[in-house]
Each structure stands twice: as structure tokens, then as C-alpha cells.
């Protein structure tokens, strides 16, 4: 349940931020994610499209899917590694907003920014639910000027690490195209 509240909360951007902005804007943006996801008058569908539509330009997907994906990608042809990058990211946004009904009320609190290396930024988070509390690690990093999310620690697991995990898992006993091909 946590997990999903943080996934749907990572998606709540509009565009990449300049580093004075990013606690300001994030907070913003975290509470009108919160607000589609409260509003009972919108459909699981009218949710997912407002989510989308708030998400792209903050997220780098495709530095994404190459750290998740690890030295495999730089074996695939480019054809593969764009049809890699967009079928991960299709499966990253789906996995966590098909479990919007599970938002129950919980509510974030941005809590400190910190600067780990002069292009690496962490935005600490805790989604406070009834009687839980759980941390959430934004990551961002400095690209041509502006900040982007790379990764996020959900109570101290990396999206980016997990599915790493899994696909050198997966490519341990199978194809780089069967791997392609499972995520279509």
C-alpha cells in the first residue's frame, strides 16, 4: 500500500527543476497528485490519464531503463534499445497505476533536500498513513541545467536496483529478446 502511494506520488510533475525549486515545487505537485487521487468523481481511467499527463518531463525514463537494464544495454542495436526504454517505461507507469484503488488517505511530507555530490540531489519524503510512517528518497541528478528524477528508495529499496535485479535474473537463463519481447 505504501509502495503504491510513493509510485503514484513520483509521477506528479510537470518539468525538470532548477535546484532552488525542487522542495518548493515538489510539495506543490505532490498535493495535486494527492487531489486526483482523492477524487472519487474521476474513474480509475480519468485517474491514470491526469497522472500521465502530470508525470513526463521531471522523470528520466531513459536513464531509467539503462541503469535497470545494467551492461546489457549497451549490447542491443538502437532499434532495441528504444523499443527497451519504451516498453519499460509502459511497465513502470502500469504496474503502480493499476493499483490506484489501494490509495487510501495517506498524506506526504516533504521533509529535508540534500546534496550528496554537486549533480546528485536527495529529496527525503515520508508518506504518513493511520499508524504508519514510511521514507521515501526522491533522487535527482543535474542534467544540462535541470534537475530529473533517476530513481527513488522506497523505506530503503531502489526502483532501479530492484529491476536490475530482475533482469539479470531474467537474462541468466534467457535472450536479450525474450527479454524485449516479455515486456510488450
Not at 510537470?14 to 482523492?38: G, H, T, Y
Not at 497522472?51 to 536513464?63: Q, R, V
Request: net charge positive.
Amino acid at each position: 500500500m505504501r509502495v503504491v502511494f510513493a509510485l503514484f506520488l513520483m509521477f506528479g510533475f510537470l518539468f525538470a527543476l532548477p535546484e532552488n525549486k525542487i522542495e518548493s515545487d515538489m510539495k506543490v505537485r505532490l498535493n495535486n497528485v494527492e487531489a486526483v487521487l482523492k477524487d472519487k468523481a474521476l474513474t480509475k481511467e480519468d485517474k491514470r490519464k491526469k497522472l500521465f499527463n502530470m508525470l513526463d518531463d521531471i522523470f528520466d525514463f531513459e536513464i531509467m531503463a539503462k541503469i535497470s537494464l545494467g551492461r546489457p544495454y549497451n549490447t542491443l542495436s538502437k532499434a532495441q534499445q528504444e523499443e527497451f526504454v519504451k516498453n519499460f517505461v509502459v511497465k513502470l507507469k502500469n504496474s503502480y497505476l493499476d493499483k490506484i484503488d489501494l490509495y487510501n488517505g495517506q498524506k506526504l511530507q516533504v521533509d529535508s533536500l540534500t546534496k550528496v555530490k554537486n549533480d546528485r540531489i536527495n529529496l527525503n519524503t515520508q508518506i504518513n498513513g493511520q499508524n504508519e510512517k514510511y521514507d521515501i528518497v526522491y533522487k535527482f541528478y543535474l542534467k544540462e541545467k535541470e534537475w530529473l528524477i533517476y530513481d527513488i528508495d522506497i523505506i530503503g529499496v531502489s526502483i532501479v536496483q530492484t529491476y536490475r535485479k530482475q533482469f539479470g535474473e531474467f537474462l541468466a537463463t534467457k535472450s536479450v529478446n525474450e527479454l524485449l519481447e516479455s515486456l510488450k
